[in-house]
């Protein structure tokens, strides 16, 4: 891996693991899908501007519809289950559970992409699943039912992020060129589609007027723009850099991020089992992504 592609990996790990810090704080005020649906609209805003600003023309060469089915997978979707999750669950443990999509992608890659099963890929499904429930059932928070729920809710999350690489790769890499800017538009507009009019029957949480906007907007406008818009043009750069197993190695360095921003900006309480809970899954991670990386095609993402 090139230096700039690992650096850049490194920037979205933080970026991405800063938004669950943001997401942790806003949806118990807000509720999940006015949380979600607020960062995608401030997401495709800030994307909108700049296309706008570089005078990128819109030629989405026939993939449009791709663009906006692939947004509602690797947005849409998980957003609205994490900011679900959010609401019973401390930002560690939203990141530590992130770091399964590695793991979900390699048997979504062995089931419907022509991956080998391997010893290694069943190895990591064990021990993957050993820490998730090392994690919820030693950690801080008391285990009930809205914690597992949430718990839930962040594999279900875990696994569209898994499929979303792959689908990028047959729907949009392997059927030509298509900029990276109009792709992550395009994505967070699919997404808007299917959120917004969710979040218009849902409504807050809580009355508009208990609720201080001025207080909230940095936070809501550090989610869309930097955790989402941002983050999304390098994922899809990385994407077509290094491929879809590789790229999700990023979840390898985000839960070391999100505990330390869990902490130091929400005062979320350490435990034990944010260490070995979080030491098995990157170890089922790791695992998991053995067989994928001894073979050189899969790690381009320029397959035919």
């Known amino acids: 891996m090139r230096i700039i592609d690992l650096a850049t990996l490194i920037a979205l790990a933080g970026l991405w693991s800063l938004g669950f810090v943001f997401t942790r704080e806003l949806s118990p005020l807000l509720g999940p899908m006015p949380t979600a649906a607020g960062r995608i609209v401030l997401a495709g805003l800030f994307l909108a501007g700049?296309?706008?600003?570089?005078?990128?023309?819109?030629?989405?060469?026939?993939?449009l519809g791709a663009g906006l089915l692939l947004g509602v997978v690797n947005s849409g979707i998980p957003f609205v289950l994490y900011c679900f999750a959010a609401q019973y669950l401390?930002?560690?443990?939203?990141?530590?559970?992130?770091a399964t999509t590695p793991l979900t992608g390699a048997l979504i890659g062995a089931?419907?992409?022509h991956d080998r099963i391997t010893g290694y890929k069943i190895a990591g499904a064990v021990v993957g699943m050993l820490g998730?429930?090392?994690l919820t059932g030693a950690g801080p928070v008391e285990f009930g039912l809205p914690v597992l729920m949430g718990c839930l809710a962040c594999l279900l999350a875990a696994a569209c992020y898994g499929l979303a690489p792959f689908l990028t790769r047959r729907w949009i890499y392997e059927r030509g060129s298509f900029d990276n800017l109009l792709l992550?538009?395009?994505s967070q507009v699919g997404a808007m589609l299917l959120v917004v009019p969710m979040a218009g029957a849902t409504g807050l949480n809580r009355p508009l007027a208990e609720l201080d906007a001025y207080a909230l907007m940095p936070s809501m406008l550090a989610l869309g723009v930097l955790s989402t818009g941002v983050a999304y043009l390098l994922y899809f750069r990385l994407l077509a850099n290094i491929g879809p197993q590789r790229i999700l190695t990023v979840t390898f360095i985000m839960p070391p991020f999100g505990v330390l921003w869990g902490t130091l900006l929400l005062g979320e309480a350490l435990s034990w089992a944010h260490l070995w809970g979080g030491l098995a899954i990157l170890l089922a991670v790791y695992?998991?992504?053995?067989a994928p990386k001894a073979s050189a095609p899969e790690s381009t993402g320029k397959r035919a």
């Open 184 to 186: 992550t538009f395009s």
């Open 90 to 98: 401390p930002a560690g443990y939203l990141v530590i559970l992130n």
């Open 50 to 63: 700049v296309i706008l600003v570089r005078r990128q023309p819109w030629r989405f060469h026939g993939k």
């Open 287 to 290: 695992l998991s992504l053995q």
């Open 132 to 134: 998730v429930a090392v």
């Open 111 to 113: 089931a419907f992409f």
